[in-house]
């Protein structure tokens, strides 16, 4: 493999060094272009641009592969934990026996959220949407953690906050449900394990022992587990530029939450569920809805296919699936969407428009029919996918500042008018 790239500009030739990661990805290194030769590269959507050199996550888009530090998504979705995951992305390594128990120890220690923080939850409108409740809240836990506003913070300042945040954004998210609900809340058992503590405060009763089914834990470690990280996608991203200004943890994950919020990411398991409903009320007629996503004069989009990166199928798709069906046998559930659904996949999957852009199931397609099984409410979706995405999100914000990346600040070419004079408003 050549060590330089060559550019030729105006009859000059420059070589910029090729830089090559552990998995053979390759890349140009333009960090000196714009000082050697004055032009700045141009990646509406950073497709063909990456951001920062990261050891978190791999993707192979071409051939359906996902690893967390290295571990296969098939086997850490069949074999771990979801806070044995968590403990992966952020620290680098599968935790031991003692890591893991005081890993959960200390989350055990602060799931409670301050109690002023009910006032936020009363604040909102009894409808408003989870996601904008979730920005705010995460956002909200910088006004009762100031010291974690210190970019000078002690390693083990920052390691506190990051299990502050793990702990409470469950408690967060379960009381959101149960506030959507018009019910009580339900304070965290610490004597529980992470999953079914979380799903104990969204499931539980004041008056009453519920007994969390196991299927139910099992599909939650599996589904939180799929959705822990994925590179540098949208939100991710997001977390890393609000981060590199030396902004606090709590303000960047809520920035991300603010990105995954949009149909086109993590929105997405949402906008699937609503579509198949559609789909459903208007007879099934998938042919007809297909055509639709194929029409340039139509705005409607087949919400849950597609990929930026995955250009065969992505892994985690192929995972819900199989488990979709496992867990809606086990519940006893027969739910009507999920006919739907696996005629959409395959009418579309055989269909050229399709298959020429390489769009195939992705993580969403499949996701809101388990939640949907597990009792979650539509508009509750893509909370529980922040959920998941939480150590992801720390990690690649904890790998930024370890890397000590600079503030990110992209460049532009401008396309605006040149040099205008003011005229005053009496003349225009
Ligand atoms: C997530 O990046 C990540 O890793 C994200 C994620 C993660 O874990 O963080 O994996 C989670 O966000 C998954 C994606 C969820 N979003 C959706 O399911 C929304 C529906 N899909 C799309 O809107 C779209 O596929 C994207 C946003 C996912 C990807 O968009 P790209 O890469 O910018 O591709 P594009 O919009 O340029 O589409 C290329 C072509 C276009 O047609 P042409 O102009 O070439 O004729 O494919 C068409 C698009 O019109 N197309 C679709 C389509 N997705 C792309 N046509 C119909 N239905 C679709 N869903």
Redo the contacts with the bound molecule.
């Keep these: 493999m050549s060590e330089t790239a060559q550019l030729i500009l105006d009859g000059i030739t420059y070589n910029l060094p090729i830089v090559e990661g552990t998995e053979n990805e390759k890349a140009i290194d333009i960090a000196k272009l714009r000082d050697q030769t004055g032009y700045v590269t141009l990646d509406s959507?950073f497709?063909n641009t990456g951001a920062t050199k990261s050891a978190i996550t791999f993707l192979d888009g071409e051939k359906g592969i996902l690893k967390y530090r290295g571990y296969g998504i098939e086997q850490l979705a069949e074999k771990s934990t979801f806070l044995e995951v968590a403990y992966l992305l952020i620290y680098g390594s599968l935790p031991n026996q003692t890591q893991i128990q005081d890993f959960q120890h200390q989350i055990s220690r602060h799931t409670l959220v301050h109690e002023d923080m009910k006032k936020f939850f009363d604040g909102f409108p009894s409808k408003s949407h989870p996601m904008g409740q979730l920005s705010s809240l995460v956002c909200s836990l910088s006004a009762f953690y100031p010291e974690s506003l210190d970019p000078q913070a002690t390693k083990e300042e920052f390691d506190l906050t990051i299990i502050k945040l793990l702990a409470k954004m469950a408690t967060i998210v379960s009381w959101i449900y149960k506030k959507s609900l018009g019910h009580p809340v339900i304070y965290p058992k610490n004597k529980l394990d992470y999953v079914t503590n979380f799903l104990n405060m969204t499931f539980g009763q004041r008056t009453e022992e519920v007994v969390i089914d196991d299927v139910v834990v099992d599909a939650m470690n599996k589904l939180l587990i799929l959705?822990a990280d994925?590179?540098q996608?949208?939100?991710?991203s997001t977390v890393r530029i609000v981060g590199s200004s030396d902004c606090n943890l709590y303000a960047s994950i809520s920035a991300g939450c603010s990105a995954l919020w949009g149909?086109?990411?993590?929105g997405?398991n949402q906008?699937?569920i609503e579509m198949l409903e559609k789909i459903k009320n208007d007879g099934g007629d998938v042919d007809k809805w297909v055509n639709k996503?194929?029409d340039?004069n139509d705005t409607f989009?087949?919400?849950?296919?597609?990929?930026?990166?995955y250009k065969n199928f992505?892994p985690r798709a192929k995972i819900i699936k199989k488990a979709c069906d496992d867990i809606l046998e086990k519940l006893g559930i027969n739910d009507p969407v999920l006919d739907i659904a696996k005629k959409l996949e395959e009418v579309a999957l055989s269909d050229p428009y399709f298959v020429e852009?390489k769009?195939y199931p992705?993580?969403?397609?499949y996701s809101g029919i388990i939640y949907r099984a597990l009792g979650f409410p539509t508009e509750m979706f893509t909370v529980l996918f922040a959920l998941g995405?939480l150590p992801g999100w720390i990690a690649q914000w904890k790998e930024m500042r370890e890397n000590g990346d600079p503030i990110g600040r992209p460049r532009q070419i401008y396309v605006g008018e040149n040099d205008r004079e003011y005229v005053d408003i009496s003349k225009r």
């Design positions: 959507g497709k959705h994925h590179e996608n949208c939100s991710a149909p086109l990411h993590g997405a906008a699937v996503a194929k340039k989009r087949l919400m849950g296919f597609g990929h930026r990166v992505d852009r769009l992705n993580v969403d397609f995405r």
